[in-house]
């Protein structure tokens, strides 16, 4: 199992930007595609993106395409969301997230999750 911890999360004026981190560590060496969700309190968690153990495969739920990007560095065994042009609707906690499958959307395919990071956008 792989363990996750992510980071960069904070307070940020609408229009603005944050890039956040996720850091994996114990069984690194298997292929894994990352995702990223979010959720606000009340609510079921949200997909957001994910990408394929391998970079050549993507997915984002249509409220953050052309704004959010995933991306990945497997020789730093880190994965960055990257937030551009964020509103308050994007005011949640973001979890990273690991799944053994080639890519995956769903919250019940990943099978590590992280411990979440506030990402909070002021109008």
């Known amino acids: 199992q792989v363990q996750l911890v992510e980071s960069g999360g904070g307070l940020v004026q609408a229009g603005g930007s944050l890039r956040l981190s996720c850091a994996a560590s114990g069984r690194t060496d298997s292929r894994y595609a990352m995702g990223w969700f979010r959720q606000t309190p009340g609510k079921e968690r949200e997909f957001v993106a994910a990408?394929?153990?391998?970079?050549?495969?993507?997915s984002y739920v249509d409220s953050v395409k052309g704004r959010f990007t995933i991306s990945r560095d497997n020789a730093k065994n880190t994965v960055y969301l990257q937030m551009n042009s964020l509103k308050p609707e994007d005011t949640a906690v973001y979890y990273c997230?690991?799944?053994?499958?080639?890519?995956?959307?769903?919250?019940?395919?990943?099978?590590?999750w992280g411990q979440g990071t506030q990402v909070t956008v002021s109008s």
């Open positions: 997230a690991a799944s053994t499958l080639y890519i995956a959307t769903r919250p019940d395919d990943f099978g590590s």
């Open positions: 990408m394929a153990w391998n970079g050549k495969s993507g």
